[in-house]
């Protein structure tokens, strides 16, 4: 359990972070969304422990981070911005230092340490020192060593930022597969990457929280949401019939693609599928939207950055 | 885990960090040419005909002066400049126990430098008959008054992320402490202050309780002095660390 309660970070007279205030459930994966500088990496600081707090509180399973900050440590994982890591040093020596920092000793770590490289298939790069990886083996060294205690609180700050879509692929499984008794926070701005894998999205953009949800109600947040989309064989002259429909709100034609977009909160796939067909257009695909979540995050973002502060 | 072993898994890395990259190798190289240079060059050794090796430890303090502060800026300024500050700040180490590992392990490699300086002692073993005790007191003063040099070192290194800006704080910090005992300053200043506060000055001199001990007195005062200064620059470092690092 993370119980952050109004907590608030300045740098001189910026606001990183902004009356903060949201817990999280064991079990909970947790996408945390924001633009770049919205708060979500001084928010993840302050969660480690490795930036104090200017007022309120945090505390991880019952401790307060800032009485005892060792024994917090203790139960996270932490993959800070950019995987830092000794670059001088050896995939292999690293994680046995990291590994002995956290306390693993003989059996018990040899069989950490053997797991944590087969998960995220360091043992090919064990003997190269860390400087030479290239930038996925770099973050894959950052995650090893984050999860190299098997931690009950893993926070992952942008853990796919610059990996190929493979290793994307690879570090989601990671994630994915990890028990499911745990706290995970990614940061992240790859939207897709929340409904992959997270059941839970946060939102912030100037270091207040905009949205709190599941993946799923944040895509019911977009106007796309429940949306037809036709795409024609061949382009047609007029959407009027559509257009005429109730439930439908607009209609936006782009070439041989056809979108019907539907008052708030109807579901209008059938009505439009009827139309579509007594009016006999030829199409070679037609399909409801989830939302496009790109759309939906620049509307929640762009509002925040006009000044009001609706929360969710 | 307790504080002692987690110190000590702190200092093996540092320890090895040194050797992993050519900073140790350099800093030990050089250490030992130049100290041969100005013992034999400079010092005059052979030409003393005297059996010690004062020649040899008269230069310490200068040669400290630079080769410290160049071997001690790195400690926490390319922490904070690769970000794996973050990354250590964040596992169950507290800074206390970061810099005092760093700071053991740089004094080991001190220490180190000076032991690879026997052939000098066996030299002049061979040559005539020193009084031992006085070189072993030299080399324990030599060791403090380098782990004065660094403590002063990284704590600039602590407060800068670029390491040159490091390497010149800390340069002439050590200088001043070098330079308060030497005969200029106190000249400069006899007249213009009262006897008890250039006392003051001159005590607070690294040459002065070097040569103390150089001489073959290992008396309280000198070596409390050297911890003293040790502690208090450690000290200031930790407040620093403490306080920026994250920006």
Not at chain 1, 89 to 118: E, H, P, S, W, Y
Not at chain 1, 263 to 269: A, K, L, R
Request: net charge negative; glycine share 6%.
């Amino acid at each position: 359990m993370i119980e952050i309660k109004k907590i608030t970070k300045k740098f001189g007279d910026f606001t990183a972070v902004n009356d903060l205030t949201f817990s999280i459930k064991p079990g909970e994966v947790v996408g945390f969304l924001g633009p770049n500088g919205a708060g979500k990496s001084t928010t993840m600081k302050m969660i480690t422990g490795f930036l104090p707090i200017d007022s309120g509180e945090i505390t991880v399973a019952g401790l307060n981070i800032e009485d005892s900050p060792i024994e917090v440590k203790q139960i996270l994982g932490y993959l800070p911005e950019g995987a830092p890591a000794y670059s001088d040093m050896t995939v292999a020596q690293f994680l046995n230092f990291i590994a002995d920092v956290r306390g693993l000793t003989g059996r018990k770590k040899k069989a950490r340490l053997a797991r944590v490289i087969k998960s995220v298939e360091l043992a090919d790069v064990l003997d190269r020192t860390i400087e030479n990886l290239s930038k996925g083996f770099k973050r894959r060294v950052g995650l090893a060593q984050a999860i190299i205690h098997d931690p009950d609180v893993l926070i992952l700050d942008e853990p796919t930022d610059g990996l190929d879509p493979n290793q994307k692929h690879q570090v989601r499984a990671l994630i994915q597969n990890l028990a499911k008794d745990k706290i995970v926070i990614v940061s992240t701005h790859i939207l897709e990457e929340v409904t992959a894998v997270c059941n839970r999205a946060i939102i912030i953009a100037k270091g207040n929280k905009i949205f709190d949800g599941t993946p799923d109600e944040l895509q019911a947040k977009s106007s796309f949401h429940h949306a037809v989309t036709i795409e024609l064989d061949e382009a047609v002259d007029s959407t009027e019939a559509l257009e005429n429909l109730t439930e439908v709100k607009s209609v936006s034609v782009e070439d041989k693609r056809v979108t019907v977009m539907p008052e708030q909160g109807q579901v209008i796939f059938d009505k439009v599928y009827q139309t579509v067909n007594s009016l006999g257009w030829k199409f070679n695909a037609i399909y409801s939207e989830k939302g496009r979540l790109d759309d939906i995050f620049r509307e929640l973002t762009d509002h925040e950055l006009a000044g009001s502060t609706s929360t969710h | 885990m307790n504080n002692m072993s987690m110190i000590s898994i702190l200092t093996k890395r540092e320890f090895m960090s040194f050797f992993a990259t050519p900073v140790a190798y350099v800093f030990i190289a050089i250490f030992l040419i130049m100290s041969g240079i100005m013992t034999f060059n400079l010092g005059g050794l052979y030409e003393r005909g005297q059996a010690d090796l004062l020649p040899f430890f008269n230069f310490h303090p200068w040669l400290y002066l630079f080769l410290v502060p160049a071997f001690a800026m790195r400690s926490w300024s390319e922490e904070r400049r690769s970000g794996s500050i973050e990354l250590l700040m964040t596992l169950p180490v507290t800074a206390l126990q970061a810099m005092i590992a760093k700071f053991v392990a740089a004094w080991l490699v001190l220490g180190l430098a000076l032991v690879f300086t026997f052939p000098l002692w066996l030299t002049i073993n061979y040559l005539g008959d020193p009084d031992n005790g006085i070189i072993v007191a030299a080399y324990i003063g030599s060791w403090l008054m380098a782990g004065a040099f660094l403590a002063i070192g990284m704590c600039m290194s602590a407060l800068s992320k670029s390491q040159v800006v490091a390497f010149i704080l800390s340069v002439t910090i050590s200088f001043l402490f070098v330079l308060s005992g030497t005969e200029a300053v106190i000249q400069a200043f006899q007249g213009g202050l009262p006897t008890a506060a250039i006392d003051v000055i001159s005590s607070l001199s690294f040459l002065q309780h070097f040569d103390a001990i150089a001489k073959g007195v290992i008396s309280a005062n000198d070596v409390g002095y050297f911890l003293i200064v040790i502690v208090a620059w450690l000290y200031a470092g930790l407040v620093i660390i403490e306080d920026r690092k994250a920006q």
